[in-house]
């Protein structure tokens, strides 16, 4: 594979995962440029205001653009600002020179937002008339859908003093609960869990989440059960803590519908989603429905492995046999062979990110759980996860890369209002990556039944997960911020609704032992982006929907889609589907079609097995 060849000595010059290189950003905390870039954003936030504040609506078409520009400028300095100090944090939680300066950056950037927000508040103090103009002006054209969103969010619109104590409140107040528990959870220490070979998950004294969330795969029943309970351990020691964060982030939610006029938590989020209530209606509906299949996959799971599935056998290895190790050279390597064999430009930019160090994969304690995918405007994205040397990892690289390729389309493109597309469109690239790796690795596995078995297995297990785990996640949610606008609750609230949700999904086919009712702590979104995780179910049906369209009609895909990639948040996600690559997420029928699909998979293993 051609590409490989350029990369395979900076994979191999580590033994282990690399870490990034964030001197694209800063060469540390005491680059003289941080003070530099600093100054300059607070002169240039500061010439802005006394320039403009009270005149926008005596401005051109061609001013406002003007002021775009200048905006955009500042953002994207600011975020460079941020980002560094929240990488490194990121990458270990215990930096306490990390968290001081992310904090600093995240002050500066209030005050930025501060000085800066009576610009978007004028514009939505134009007459409708004055605001036609500028909606039809070719020197804003490239703004065009950045102003519509700006139009839909006109009624819900404060007087800037209150937006500035919204910001500075935030500070104090909802951003600094969500921080507060990201830091506490950083901090938390898992037991041991000893494997069969009575030797334990980790070298140190105690062991991290992602060396326990690997064990979820482990062939060995004690060993899952072990592990998963390591970490419910902390969730159940600290209930009432994380509960008492929820509780507040979803009462400052509250406090600010009624403040902004908003129906609910939910009308919020998917005004900025781009979504509507019907399509969320739809895929609730839609995954309500069909848990039929959730059931009969893990009855048919069940039955292969001679138990009944309890909630820390959902990822148990279908063979007793354990799948070999994926060290993390041979993980880069199968992975560019899979994206190569979809196109040689996108194998090219994946390319980027080995050679630069733009992931960092290292398993080290304290850093930040799962795994992400950080775009910066202006320069790359920089992708975290923990690579533990097996599948689950490798899908995980598979995705991230996913979203950083992404990324790196829309920065061909896009300026900086039109460069974060809109979550469901966020996540079609990622998924489609891991379609590509499957199909790459079920290929390369011809012949080995149990390995097959195991890709298909893994894939179906991924995709009941985002199609039904996020969206129950969000049915909690939504009981979530229903019962904040009655009062506030606590950890018995939270704990009960969140297994009968489950035992409703789960049927009499999955066991939920008592930890269970801990496990919504550990979901991150809930806290940081209500209404997030059902996203993941509406881009999973998506991705699903132009997978099968690549097999129907080969390499003509491929522009369609890169074009797909390329909008950014520059028109409307629904119709940027249609235009690009023929799917309707309107349509009930596209969320059948991924059903469908899951339900073809799930007949194909049952066929196997028989």
């Given at each position: 594979m051609q590409y490989w060849n350029t990369l395979q000595a900076q994979v191999k010059s580590s033994s282990s995962a690399p870490a990034w290189d964030l001197s694209d950003l800063y060469n540390g905390f005491e680059d003289p440029a941080i003070e530099t870039d600093l100054h300059a954003l607070k002169l240039a936030a500061r010439q802005f205001r006394e320039t403009y504040h009270n005149h926008v609506n005596s401005l051109s078409p061609i001013e406002i653009a003007d002021c775009l520009h200048q905006l955009e400028a500042m953002y994207e300095r600011s975020g460079y600002l941020y980002a560094f100090p929240a990488l490194i944090f990121n990458a270990n939680t215990q930096n306490k020179i990390a968290k001081q300066a992310m904090d600093k950056a995240m002050e500066t950037y209030t005050q930025l937002q501060n000085q800066l927000l009576f610009f978007d508040l004028e514009l939505k103090q134009l007459t409708p008339e004055q605001f036609q103009k500028l909606t039809i002006a070719p020197e804003l054209q490239i703004y065009q859908h950045y102003l519509h969103e700006i139009d839909k969010s006109r009624p819900y619109l404060l007087s800037e003093a209150v937006e500035q104590t919204r910001n500075q409140s935030s500070l104090t107040g909802r951003e600094a609960f969500i921080q507060l528990r990201s830091v506490h959870l950083g901090e938390q220490t898992y037991p041991l869990v000893t494997l069969p070979n009575n030797q334990t998950a980790s070298n140190q004294t105690a062991s991290t989440e992602a060396e326990l969330g690997a064990l979820a795969f482990h062939p060995d029943r004690d060993t899952r059960t072990a592990a998963y309970q390591s970490i419910r351990s902390v969730m159940k020691t600290h209930n009432s803590l994380y509960a008492y964060i929820l509780n507040a982030v979803a009462q400052d939610h509250r406090l600010e519908n009624e403040m902004r006029g908003h129906s609910s938590t939910l009308e919020k989020q998917l005004l900025g989603d781009q979504v509507s209530k019907s399509v969320f209606n739809a895929i609730m509906e839609g995954m309500g429905d069909r848990s039929d299949l959730f059931q009969r996959y893990y009855r048919l799971k069940g039955k292969a492995l001679g138990q009944i599935i309890c909630s820390a056998d959902l990822y148990a290895p279908w063979s007793l046999e354990a799948v070999p190790a994926i060290p993390y050279e041979e993980g880069v390597k199968t992975l560019m062979a899979a994206i190569e064999q979809f196109d040689v430009n996108y194998a090219r930019r994946a390319e980027e990110f080995f050679v630069n160090n733009w992931v960092d994969a290292t398993v080290r304690p304290g850093k930040q759980g799962g795994a992400f995918c950080w775009y910066i405007h202006g320069k790359h994205s920089y992708l975290l996860q923990s690579y533990t040397e097996?599948?689950?990892?490798?899908?995980?690289?598979?995705?991230?890369?996913?979203?950083?390729?992404?990324?790196?389309?829309?920065?061909?493109?896009?300026?900086?209002?039109?460069?974060?597309?809109?979550?469901?469109?966020?996540?079609?690239?990622?998924?489609?990556?891991?379609?590509?790796?499957?199909?790459?690795?079920?290929?390369?596995?011809?012949?080995?039944?149990?390995?097959?078995?195991?890709?298909?297995?893994?894939?179906?297990?991924?995709?009941?997960s985002l199609l039904f785990r996020q969206s129950t996640i969000s049915q909690l949610e939504r009981l979530i911020h229903d019962r904040a606008t009655e009062g506030t609750f606590d950890a018995t609230f939270i704990n009960q609704a969140w297994m009968e949700l489950y035992k409703n999904l789960c049927g009499d086919a999955v066991e939920l032992l008592p930890e269970h009712q801990y496990d919504w702590a550990r979901i991150g979104h809930i806290f940081f982006k209500p209404f997030y995780c059902y996203q993941y179910t509406a881009s999973t049906i998506v991705s699903l929907a132009c997978y099968q369209k690549y097999l129907e009609v080969g390499k003509a895909f491929i522009p369609g889609y890169l074009e797909l990639l390329s909008v950014g948040d520059s028109m409307d996600q629904v119709e940027a589907l249609k235009k690009y690559v023929e799917v309707d997420l309107e349509d009930a029928a596209t969320i059948r079609g991924a059903l469908q699909y899951v339900e073809r998979l799930i007949d194909r293993l049952e066929e196997s097995i028989d």
């Open positions: 097996d599948h689950s990892s490798l899908f995980t690289l598979a995705h991230e890369m996913g979203h950083g390729l992404h990324f790196s389309w829309i920065a061909d493109r896009q300026s900086y209002f039109n460069s974060m597309p809109p979550m469901v469109s966020a996540e079609i690239a990622s998924t489609f990556n891991e379609l590509l790796l499957l199909d790459y690795l079920l290929k390369q596995a011809e012949g080995d039944k149990e390995l097959t078995k195991t890709l298909i297995t893994r894939q179906l297990e991924d995709q009941l």
